[in-house]
């Protein structure tokens, strides 16, 4: 669905463009209901800046939008880079030809970085510190380093006198904006699992550096959320804010289980099956995925609302099932055991891989709970009793929270 440009607030307004084409965002995470390329105008007395432009492919669409807000594009003097990445910018390089007034505003690092991602000339780069302001004439945009959300050079923008933040990905989400701009338009059921997938996607590595974003917009109003992904937070913007927070803490739910399985004959699937349910049973929350079946952008989102990740798997050719060991080494990647547990069951024929998958998993951040269990493929007494001390372990740690992830 097309969109028209629409007012978020007095002059300022949203120019962005839905993607319903692309199956994977970043080529990595899919996008069964599109994605939407937020950007916006700020219409001042004197001059407009923009607030990021779009990915390459809808170029001239936007172009359509803006001249729907401003009939003459030399008054556009500025284009704010809250961050780099394509999906923000692709058309940027073709938008600063038709708009020859325009200069990129962007921090100090992404001067530095942005000849690496885009070919453009120097003196057409405007380099702004964190906290110094452009006047447009009645509209002041100041700009607040937020490195790491989740590039080095990533800042937002926060235009003063209407007390909207344009925070580019951060409290963003997946899908592409069907129904409407604004919260208070559209599902936000459905925008809170996709802003939860978002964060766990992109975001979840840099936990820390969301912590100390939100402390350092603590004092400023946001009367209106604006990112460039999902719906814009103008009745409610606190929501997404303690969410954020929530998660960046890894605040997730104690009595909450992911069990993450790989089955090759449906024989891991009867253990799986024989946990979830003596776990059930103690007033635990199961959640089940399969990593052959899973895409893992789904596990990681699940993960963040669990505080406990059970692996059970086979190995495979004296290694981690393959695609057990993908998940585990994007877990790693993305640091998402921080302040977590894991456990354990490796079931094997002729090799166990059971010291390999603590390893992946330690790195990942992960506490991991003892006993970790290697077993035949069909477990025998030895084995059902290491599975009977494990379950034990996950709900002792879990219900009297004696112990403490990291
Ligand atoms: Fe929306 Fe980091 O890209």
Redesign the pocket.
Known sequence: MSLKPQPIAGDVYWVGVNDDAKELFESLWPLPFGISYNAYAVVGRDTVALIDTVDKRYTYEYIGRIREVIEDFDRVRYIVVN?L?P??HGATPDILKVMPKAKLVTSVMGSRILSSVYRVPSDRIFIVKDGDRIDLGGKTLRFIYTPWL??PETMVTYLEEDRVLFSC?VF?SYGSLQDGIFDDEVDMNFYIDEARRYFSN?VIKYTRNVLEALEKLKGIEMRIIAP??GPIYRSNPNRIVELYKRWAQSASERDRVLIIYGSMYGRGESIVEYIAEKLNREGLKISLHDVSTSHPSYILSDLVEACMAVFVYPSYDAGIFPYMEDVMRLLQLKQVGRGRFAAVVNTYAWGSTAKQAVELLTKAGFKVVEPVVETKAVPDEEGLKKIEALINSVVDVLKTGTAQPQ
């Open positions: 961050h990445e999906d923000h989740h590039w990905d963003g992109i460039s992904h």
